[in-house]
């Protein structure tokens, strides 16, 4: 991993890795940070970027169910997986210093080895 030279991590094109799944993302989440956060995918000046958000399952305010947040997770990991990006993520929820708080997110810009086009509008 890297930072680009707006300060963002990045990473550097990885081998091919097993999918992720809700399921690991969800027990990463907990056993790392206590709590189910949000994960979003963010397109600033034609890059994606993972986010994971300061919002959490367990809040009162969360505005999704278990069931809806699981399935919105899903998606994330689906534009993640195909752009091959998941052992990428994967480390970088791993060793990651840094944690969510109210108001600020954690960002990772996805590389996409020229596929973004694929997820861009």
Known sequence: MFKDDSG???VAASTPAEPL???EVV????????????????????????????????QQSFPLTEDAYRQHLAEVLEVVNRLGEAGAVRDWLQTTKDRPRLGKALSLQLPGEGRLEEFLL
């Open 8 to 10: 963002m991590p990045q």
């Open 21 to 23: 799944s809700t399921d």
């Open 27 to 58: 027990a990463l989440f907990r056993s790392r940070w206590q709590a189910s956060y949000d994960m979003q995918i963010v397109t600033r000046r034609r890059r994606l970027y993972v986010q994971v958000m300061w919002a959490y399952l367990e």
